[in-house]
């Protein structure tokens, strides 16, 4: 099957500084790509959603100075956390999908970012 | 929003079958139904998914009722390795992909 890769798998930064995380489709051209939050024991939490090319829809109440989210290519995205602060450490996945609804989403096996 | 209503949790005895339900009562006629699972620490991984037909794959069968208010996945034989959150999702116009709480399987030996 179809191959998301996601990097780094874990992070630790201090608290202001920044951290970029790449999410990058292997064997497929990504058209859209979403970005998902997961605290502990709770389900994920869209935070964005970007197609190729275009600006990225952010979700109602996530902050998209914060959160930047650069999709050039179709097969890579990034999420960019600016000014981490102890209350972003969370888990972040992205996930990759092709054209269409009727196709599946794969997912990358997560960054776990610790703010100290 | 699509949305869809799992029970939180779940048990079953190893290699028995399990059937897990989703209700979405709000399916639109082109929301297409996605199960994914998530292993601990991990990023969730596809299952199955279809429109009005039940599926079958090598992972699991996906049975979608008449009116398509409501879905079951049914893992045939559960093994150590199904323990997982399992998510029944709508992939509807927007093309968004939002997750709900999804149910907990626990398989025991």
């Known amino acids: 099957g179809a191959v998301v890769s996601q990097h780094p798998s874990r992070v630790i930064c201090k608290s202001g500084t920044s951290v970029k995380i790449e999410c990058r489709s292997l064997d497929f051209q990504a058209t859209t790509m979403f970005w998902y939050r997961q605290f502990p024991k709770q389900s994920l939490m869209l935070m964005a959603t970007?197609?190729?090319?275009?600006?990225?829809?952010?979700e109602q109440g996530v902050e998209k100075d914060k959160f930047l989210i650069n999709h050039a290519s179709l097969t890579l995205s990034t999420l960019t956390v600016t000014s981490a602060h102890p209350e972003d450490s969370s888990f972040y996945i992205c996930?990759?999908?092709?054209?269409?609804?009727?196709?599946?989403?794969?997912f990358g096996q997560g960054t776990r970012l610790t703010v100290v | 929003d699509a949305k869809t209503t799992q029970p939180n949790s779940m048990e079953s005895n190893e290699e028995e079958p399990v059937h897990l339900p989703c209700n979405h009562s709000t399916i639109s006629g082109t929301d297409y139904i996605h199960w994914y699972r998530q292993l601990p620490s991990q990023g969730p991984e596809y299952v199955i998914h279809?429109?009005?037909s039940n599926v079958n794959n090598r992972m699991a069968s996906l049975a979608i009722a008449e009116d398509r208010k409501s879905s079951t996945l049914i893992l045939h034989r559960a093994t150590l390795r199904d323990a997982a959150v399992y998510y029944c999702i709508l992939r509807d116009g927007r093309n968004d992909m939002r997750f709900g709480a999804g149910t907990r399987l626990t398989v025991k030996p």
């Open positions: 970007s197609n190729e090319g275009s600006k990225a829809t952010y």
């Open positions: 996930s990759a999908v092709r054209t269409g609804l009727e196709t599946e989403a794969f």
């Open positions: 279809g429109l009005t």
